[in-house]
């Protein structure tokens, strides 16, 4: 599996922007990959001053020296610190256009962010902006919510066997390279709600709740069989439920440091995991995530 060629990390000089950089950082030290840090001044801001204080004021070229300093400053200490060198690039402008600007002059092959900005990083995350941003490129997406202190040792690995579920598993190989896998699978009874109400008595019910986690549990394993996944560095994990809700108290029972989605469910149209279940991982959960956002 080939390590990731170019990691991209956003920061807005937050707390939760450094994690992200951090984590960025050990992981270019763990595959080889090189680092861009990058800041964004947005737009919105800088027109702002320049129609207070008037276009080319010295209070710009301040605020800009003051922006290389700290970024160049972030700089150091991440490659003092994890044996990295790290190229930083500053620019103004629509945030979510020069990020994939420069993901596309780097070839970067993911992007790393904070999940809780003071800025344009937490409008990623959290946001709708964060939304356009994954349906505009084919980047994964790495939101770190933990300081960092080591190589991640537990993924949970969500899949629902659309097109996008190989991929996340190759992805969470280059990611976490050493981490254990929990593949996992959430499933419901097929129209349980309209069942009952049509008086389909409750054995009925529970047959096919057996039914639904046995074919979940054996395309569980097919799926490990075809990503090659070795005995012992993974698990099936087979559970019934709200898919955002499952995760999260899973992510929290297995002790899982990073949970891997991806962009679509079933259909392209549907944007299962990339709507609320992204959405809610990412505020209630504890865990970074990662966003598979390529087919297989």
């Not at 790290?86 to 020069?98: C, F, K, Y």
């Not at 990339?274 to 995530?289: F, H, I, K, M, Y």
Request: charged letters at 20%; proline letters at 3%.
């Amino acid at each position: 599996m080939n390590a990731p060629r170019t990691l991209l990390a956003a920061t807005d000089f937050s707390d939760s922007a450094r994690h992200a950089a951090e984590r960025a950082a050990g992981l270019a030290h763990e595959t080889g990959a090189s680092l861009t840090l990058m800041h964004v001044q947005a737009a919105a801001p800088l027109q702002a001053l320049r129609q207070w204080l008037g276009q080319g004021h010295a209070a710009e070229a301040h605020l800009q020296a003051e922006v290389e300093q700290q970024l160049q400053a972030l700089a150091t200490s991440l490659q003092a610190t994890h044996k990295v060198p790290v190229r930083t690039v500053s620019s103004s402008g629509p945030v979510l256009d020069e990020l994939l600007r420069e993901a596309a002059e780097q070839q970067a092959s993911l992007l790393v962010l904070g999940v809780r900005g003071i800025g344009f990083v937490r409008r990623l995350a959290l946001g709708s902006t964060s939304e356009r941003l994954l349906r505009r490129t084919q980047l994964p997406l790495l939101v770190v919510r933990q300081t960092p202190h080591q190589a991640y040792r537990r993924a949970l690995v969500a899949v629902d066997f659309s097109a996008w579920s190989g991929k996340s598993l190759a992805l969470v190989h280059e990611v976490a390279p050493h981490a254990h896998i929990v593949l996992t699978s959430v499933y419901q009874v097929p129209f349980e709600e309209k069942l009952r109400f049509a008086g389909v008595d409750l054995a009925t019910v529970d047959h096919y709740r057996e039914l639904a986690r046995a074919e979940a549990l054996q395309r569980v394993h097919e799926l490990a069989r075809s990503a090659d996944l070795k005995p012992g560095h993974w698990e099936p994990c087979v559970v019934e439920g709200e898919a955002w809700q499952r995760l999260i108290e899973l992510e929290q029972a297995r002790d899982c440091d990073l949970v891997v989605l991806g962009k679509h469910g079933q259909s392209v149209t549907e944007d299962l995991l990339l709507g609320s279940v992204t959405q809610r991982v990412l505020a209630e959960g504890d865990a970074d995530v990662l966003v598979s956002t390529a087919r297989s």
